[in-house]
């Protein structure tokens, strides 16, 4: 049973991180300095006696600090939540690798993020995992394969995660899988393509005012 404290401490976070996915800043939230926010995580993990408590708070400080590129604590963090979790809580666990699938291709180590990002694919199939992050499971997968040379496999989780993205109407996951589907299309050197997919992308940025890609 998750405490009144951290429920109020996790809505202020889900504020955060709606207005943050508004203006575009995916996946980096909390990244403007709301350190009273990152405090009372931190105070989560040193008190909270609920463990999925623990298991989140050390999520989202992972999710922080790796959109401040201090990798080191973000793996702490991430790694410290699937210690805790233990495969119990499927929807953090697939957060969790997610995350650590994406700080490692952040550092061009594009074995252990598909290592990661395949791990998190398992677990993001089951029908009670938000289907958000599975979209973002194929994204990240196919940028794995993009960096790894593997252009097939590359095209098709990309296309898997821009059918899902379209059906969930998530106009923000659109234009980024757009916007690689573009970048691959141009190293394909299929440059009719890639302008239709990039053309794409900016009919929807334009229609919501979308200032990151």
């Known amino acids: 049973m998750l ?13 955060i991180l709606c207005f943050s996915f508004s203006r575009g800043n995916v996946p980096h939230f909390i990244v403007n300095g709301n350190y009273s926010v990152i ?12 463990i999925k408590e623990r298991i989140i708070a050390n999520n989202y400080l992972g999710a922080y600090y790796e959109g401040v590129s201090n990798y080191k604590s973000a793996l702490h963090h991430l790694y410290a939540s699937d210690k805790l979790n233990a495969g119990k809580y ?27 990002h395949n791990k998190a694919l398992v677990l993001a199939q089951d029908s009670s995992v938000n289907r958000n992050n599975l ?21 098709k989780y990309y296309f898997q995660s821009l059918q899902l993205y379209e059906h969930l109407e998530d106009k923000v996951g659109c ?29 929807i940025n334009v229609s919501i005012d979308y200032t990151r890609v």
């Open 135 to 155: 979209a973002f499971t194929y994204m990240m997968l196919g940028s794995d394969y993009y960096d790894l040379g593997d252009y097939e496999q590359t095209s």
């Open 175 to 203: 234009i980024m899988i757009n916007n690689r589907l573009s970048k691959l299309y141009y190293k394909l050197k299929d440059y009719t393509r890639s302008k239709e997919q990039a053309e794409k992308a900016q009919k």
């Open 90 to 116: 499927i929807e953090e666990r697939v957060f969790c690798y997610n995350y650590i699938g994406y700080i490692y291709w952040h550092k061009s180590e594009y074995k252990m993020a598909l290592y990661y």
């Open 3 to 15: 405490s009144m404290y951290f429920r109020h401490i996790v809505g202020i976070i889900f504020f």
């Open 39 to 50: 405090d009372s995580l931190k105070k989560v993990i040193a008190e909270s006696k609920e």
